[in-house]
């Protein structure tokens, strides 16, 4: 159960960070962005009360299946710098919210005793976005 060990530890630490405080969408991707004449608009918020950097995993896992699998480290590191450096973001912060709610996702799949094919494919993202993300922060 994800619950318990080390994500338990860094999902309250991470809760703990309250400096930047501000609601975020929590579901913010490209199906979920609309262009209204000139304007783009985001619908269907599922509204978190956080940092900023907690946003930034949905982002990612929509553009996370374009990584190459050599080379995929430094892709993402391209990545991150990208959107944290245009959203003013603190990359380590971000790259702890993504391995948080990258390893939620892994164990709901490895939970389940036969996942549908399509989840087992997801499986191998999210286990190259947990790895990425663990060397950023260290």
């Not at 975020?24 to 619908?43: P, T």
């Not at 299946?65 to 959107?83: A, N, P, W």
Request: charged share 30%; net charge negative.
């Amino acid at each position: 159960d994800w619950h318990e060990g080390e994500y338990l530890g860094l999902l309250e630490r991470l809760l703990e960070q309250t400096e930047r405080d501000c609601l975020i969408h929590a579901d913010l991707h490209e199906q979920n962005v609309i262009l209204d004449k000139d304007v783009w608009r985001v619908i269907d918020p599922h509204g978190w009360n956080t940092t900023p950097e907690a946003d930034i995993w949905v982002i990612l896992c929509d553009d996370i299946v374009g990584l190459s699998d050599e080379g995929y480290i430094e892709e993402f590191k391209e990545r991150m710098i990208c959107y944290c450096s245009a959203a003013d973001m603190d990359m380590s912060l971000a790259c702890e919210w993504i391995m948080l709610r990258s390893s939620i996702s892994l164990s709901r799949i490895v939970a389940n005793s036969s996942p549908p094919e399509a989840d087992l494919i997801w499986k191998i993202y999210l286990e190259k976005i947990v790895e990425a993300s663990e060397i950023l922060i260290s």
